[in-house]
Nanobody
Framework: QVQLVESGGGLVQPGGSLTLSCAAS????????MAWYRQAPGKQRELVAR???????NFADFVKGRFTISRDNAKNTVYLQMNSLKPEDTAVYYC??????????WGQGTQVTVSS
């Protein structure tokens, strides 16, 4: 089993940047596809970005060109670099570990608030 702990959320002004981290415990981290999701109040959880074990990535249209996802298998960590943040990016951001397209674990979430 893998366990996930996110960090790096906070309050940032519009146009600012934040980097989220997700540290995984357990074995075989490199086998998992890792993803970031977010959930705003009153809305469904939605996929933000995913990185598979080969390093290939995909992004939701609403973050393309602004967010970057990366992983460090030696540190069992996945990152989400968020630039040019907008108020509509405000949400709780969750890290997820996926294997064979099935979610295997969620982190507890970290709050990101974009406001002046």
């Amino acid at each position: 089993q893998v366990q996930l702990v996110e960090s790096g959320g906070g309050l940032v002004q519009p146009g600012g940047s934040l980097t989220l981290s997700c540290a995984a415990s357990g074995s075989s981290f490199s086998r998992y596809a890792m993803a970031w999701y977010r959930q705003a109040p009153g809305k469904q959880r939605e996929l933000v970005a995913r990185i598979i074990n080969s390093g290939s990535t995909n992004f939701a249209d609403f973050v393309k060109g602004r967010f970057t996802i990366s992983r460090d298998n030696a540190k069992n960590t996945v990152y989400l670099q968020m630039n040019s943040l907008k108020p509509e990016d405000t949400a709780v951001y969750y890290c997820a570990a996926e294997l064979y397209s099935i979610n295997r674990a969620w982190g507890q979430g970290t709050q990101v608030t974009v406001s002046s």
